[in-house]
């Protein structure tokens, strides 16, 4: 797998700490941890908690790629659409797929966890 700056690397899934959680949530410790373990189980949280990277809380039914303070592929500018559940079920399946040229490295994830992930999204869009 491919890291931002093309340097190999094995996906790494960081172990799910209750600060992890909260700092996703915007919440103190002991907070909302059930919600965030699809994502942090995933490797999501990884890089999505980077100030650089964009958010995840709140993408359902907003526009692919334009997050302020974010520094987009070509890709993802050019795809002129919003995140719905079926635009993020295929990204997160294949992302090369999706947007040929993303940055964001293939995420490999099983069906079962994409359903949870798109799950976890819609419940913080509310």
């Known amino acids: 797998m491919e890291r ?6 094995a996906t790494r899934r960081p172990r799910m700490t209750e600060a992890l959680v909260a700092e996703a949530n915007g919440t103190t410790a002991s907070g909302r941890a059930h919600q965030v373990n699809a994502l942090t189980k995933a490797g999501c949280l990884e890089c999505h908690s980077n100030p650089n990277a964009p958010g995840l809380l709140g993408i359902l ?8 303070g974010v520094t987009y592929s070509a890709a993802l500018r050019d795809k002129k659409n919003t995140w719905t ?5 295929a990204f997160l399946k294949d992302t090369e797929a999706f947007a040929p040229g993303t940055t964001m490295p293939n995420p490999s994830l099983p069906e079962a966890e994409i359903e949870e992930i798109i ?8």
Request: a negative charge; zero cysteines.
């Open 4 to 9: 931002f700056d093309g340097a190999q690397t």
């Open 85 to 89: 559940e079926e635009n993020l079920r």
């Open 61 to 68: 039914g907003s526009e692919i790629a334009a997050q302020p």
């Open 119 to 126: 799950t976890l999204l819609k419940e913080q869009a509310h």
